[in-house]
């Protein structure tokens, strides 16, 4: 018996490893579902912490390198500025990108919506266009009235995605061959 089971959870195609995997997952969606909101703030600290680290090997690749320096010295300041900013500060970084989000989804509406519109084709072909431009605008909206709420929202349906996925993993670690199974079978 392995007392070391790590390759099994992260690469097994074993029963013991989707079991595993599909418990680990599960876990995680369920401590995302209960505080989504706090869950945000937390995912854009991790995030801020990858763009300072990217930010700081950005600046030392331009200090090694001397082919277009100031390009590589401002982007890597750039990341690394963006990634403070994301770790200090991380609901207002958050209520940024959700008015981003917003307004890409509002442009996204009327524009669907005056293309359908300018559209030669027959009205029966247009409702489906429209309606998806509806939708955009509704999405957009919100966004824009509920931007913190939208994105917790969004995380909060992840971590039920997440704990499908880990219901759907368990299922199939049922329909995998045991190891004993595989062995005994080989024989025959």
């Not at 070391?4 to 401590?31: C, K, N, Q, W």
């Amino acid at each position: 018996m392995n007392l070391l089971i790590a390759p099994d959870v992260f690469t097994g195609v074993t029963r013991r490893g989707f079991l595993l995997r599909g418990i680990l997952i599960i876990l995680l969606g369920i401590l995302i579902t209960l505080k989504p909101l706090l869950n945000l703030g937390v995912i854009t600290m991790l995030a801020g912490w990858f763009f300072s680290l990217a930010g700081a090997w950005v600046l030392l690749g331009a200090a090694v390198h001397r082919e277009r320096r100031l390009f590589w010295l401002v982007y890597g300041a750039v990341m690394c500025l963006w990634g403070v900013c994301m770790i200090r500060r991380p609901f207002c970084v958050d209520l940024l990108l959700a008015w981003f989000i917003a307004l890409w989804f509002v442009t996204e509406g009327v524009v669907t919506i005056w293309d359908t519109a300018q559209s030669s084709s027959a009205a029966r072909y247009k409702v489906l266009p429209v309606l998806s431009g509806l939708i955009a605008l509704f999405v957009g909206y919100a966004f824009f009235v509920w931007p913190l709420t939208t994105l917790a929202g969004m995380i909060w349906i992840a971590g039920l995605l997440l704990i499908l996925e880990g219901l759907m993993l368990i299922t199939f670690s049922r329909l995998v061959a045991g190891q004993n199974e595989r062995t005994v079978g080989s024989k025959r």
